[in-house]
């Protein structure tokens, strides 16, 4: 559904994940579905895929299909969910780490300080801390250490400190109160990226990004058989360091493992020695793949 979001670097991805048609797949964040229906246009009749998505409203985009198998729940499971699906292991998994377009531009699902709705944030809707709750219950030390870390915020000191004193007078329910809040903070030149800095560091502090995307990488170096392929596509400098970490050395802090003789046990060995990117033609149609990049790593 190009609608509910269009899918990045599609060809690239589908192209060095599926190296076995016969195989079992699958898609860590089904999305729009996009990836998935290139992924199923590739496989045989005896081919399957499985999904993941945490948001409900994702589980309409399902095609029909018989290979197909759609799971709501968050992608950090997907070991425990490839004994059952998958017992010989998968050939591949592809992972976009994006938030859909759909997200970003239904207002009451809070994602983007474009619109004025609640703040929300949460990618499974039945989560029970939104960025509401973090705006209005951290203190002030602990939401610095959010935007400092997880948004990469200059200021984030007086960020925090304007947040605090804005609900001192007021809580902070909407996007637009978050925004007026923070408002002498934005920097004239450059007033729309920082506030996406600010949004970024709450979606992921909501919905535990780091943790389930470290959980999901150890999940998908298990799930994988030998000569299995991982597909991953980030979309900042976070998410993208802990998967070039987690696929050079096997451990998303980059220190490195290895066994009496010298030899790496990293389970994962990187193809191509650098990321893929998108073309500038991408770019052109999809503003939102601009940062995008895309790392593979084959099982050993």
Request: charged share 25%; glycine share 8%.
């Amino acid at each position: 559904m190009s609608e509910y979001h269009n899918p990045v670097l599609l060809s690239e991805s589908v192209n060095a994940l599926v190296q076995n048609p016969d195989g079992t797949y699958a898609d860590a964040t089904f999305g729009g579905g996009g990836h998935s229906r290139a992924i199923l246009a590739r496989l045989s009749p005896n081919g399957r895929l499985i999904a993941f998505d945490r948001d409900a409203d994702a589980m309409a985009n399902a095609p029909k299909d018989k290979r197909f198998t759609l799971i709501h729940n968050n992608f950090r499971f997907i070991h425990n969910y490839a004994l059952i699906e998958a017992p010989d292991g998968l050939d591949g998994i592809l992972a976009d780490l994006g938030v859909s377009s759909h997200q970003f531009d239904t207002a009451e699902r809070g994602f983007s300080f474009r619109f004025d709705g609640p703040l929300d944030m949460r990618m499974n809707v039945q989560g029970a801390k939104t960025a509401a709750d973090i705006v209005n219950s951290y203190t002030q030390e602990e939401l610095e250490r959010i935007f400092k870390i997880y948004g990469e915020v200059d200021g984030a000191h007086k960020l925090a400190q304007l947040i605090v004193a804005a609900r001192s007078k007021a809580q902070i329910l909407s996007t637009g109160d978050l925004d007026n809040a923070i408002a002498g903070a934005l920097p004239s030149f450059a007033e729309h990226k920082y506030l996406a800095k600010v949004y970024q560091a709450l979606r992921i502090e909501v919905n535990d990004e780091m943790r389930s995307l470290e959980k999901f990488l150890q999940g998908a170096a298990k799930a994988l058989k030998k000569g299995g392929r991982l597909a991953v596509i980030t979309y900042h400098s976070l998410e993208d360091r802990l998967v070039k970490n987690f696929i050079r050395s096997g451990r998303t802090d980059g220190s490195e493992q290895k066994d009496i003789y010298g030899a790496s046990l990293a389970p994962m060995k990187a193809v191509g020695r650098k990321p893929l990117v998108p073309e500038e033609s991408e770019i052109e149609k999809n503003t939102r793949a601009r940062s995008a990049k895309l790392r593979v790593a084959e099982k050993n």
